[in-house]
Antibody, heavy 124, light 108 residues
Framework: QVQLVESGGGLVKPGGSLRLSCAASGFTFSDYYMSWIRQAPGKGLEWVSYISSSGSTIYYADSVKGRFTISRDNAKNSLYLQMNSLRAEDTAVYYC?????????????????WGQGTLVTVSS | DIQMTQSPSSLSASVGDRVTITCRAS??????LNWYQQKPGKAPKLLIYAASSLQSGVPSRFSGSGSGTDFTLTISSLQPEDFATYYC??????????FGPGTKVDIK
């Protein structure tokens, strides 16, 4: 079945780095764009970053631009998020999500599925 | 950025109740609106896409409507497994999407 599994979260000190991974299975990974979305404890959902199916187009939320780097390896069916200069406000569960687009009279996008999430805690 | 608001922020309801959640966008987003359900400790799950299309496998008691700036998620008869937090998400500005703050549905 279609599945996304994140890994790499943990406790890191402010200013530190962490690399998250997302392993995809059950679908042709190279056909889909992917995004990272985070959720601070007890808070709502915040889009973090986007990468196109080929990896040629990338976007970041202003809150992480210049500190985070998204990448993918289509041969390994894997998505990554390199997080540098981490701050306390980056503490969150990080989800990877597959972007689905349908083209028709109206083109629509949504996220399905989402991984189970990996917790990143930034604290001294 | 397109801002999304939801009302109410929380509600208490009983099994069998009809529940309506409203989502409003800060500008017109046509029908580029999705709804997700999130249970504690779990990832969000897609319920409705393109404002009114039911995702495969989602019970028919869930429905969505609206276009432009105002949208509604309706649960026709609340079931015990429906107690969760619901989020709307605009995809008009993909890839820079935004989510509503969520509506928590709990047991009265």
């Amino acid at each position: 079945q279609v599945q996304l599994v994140e890994s790499g979260g943990g406790l890191v000190k402010p200013g530190g780095s962490l690399r998250l991974s997302c392993a995809a299975s059950g679908f042709t990974f190279s056909d889909y764009y992917m995004s990272w979305i985070r959720q601070a404890p007890g808070k709502g959902l915040e889009w973090v970053s986007y990468i196109s199916s080929s990896g040629s187009t990338i976007y970041y939320a202003d809150s992480v631009k210049g500190r985070f780097t998204i990448s993918r390896d289509n041969a390994k069916n894997s998505l990554y998020l390199q997080m540098n200069s981490l701050r306390a406000e980056d503490t969150a569960v990080y989800y990877c999500a597959r972007g689905v687009t349908i083209f028709g009279v109206v083109t629509s996008d949504w996220f399905d599925p989402w991984g189970q999430g990996t917790l990143v805690t930034v604290s001294s | 950025d397109i801002q999304m608001t939801q009302s109410p922020s929380s509600l208490s309801a009983s099994v069998g109740d009809r529940v309506t959640i409203t989502c409003r966008a800060s500008q017109s987003i046509s029908s580029y609106l999705n709804w997700y359900q999130q249970k504690p400790g779990k990832a969000p799950k897609l319920l409705i896409y393109a404002a009114s299309s039911l995702q495969s496998g989602v019970p028919s008691r869930f429905s969505g409507s609206g276009s432009g700036t105002d949208f509604t998620l309706t649960i026709s008869s609340l079931q015990p497994e429906d107690f969760a937090t619901y989020y709307c998400q605009q995809s008009y500005s993909t890839p820079r999407v935004t989510f509503g703050p969520g509506t928590k549905v709990d047991i009265k």
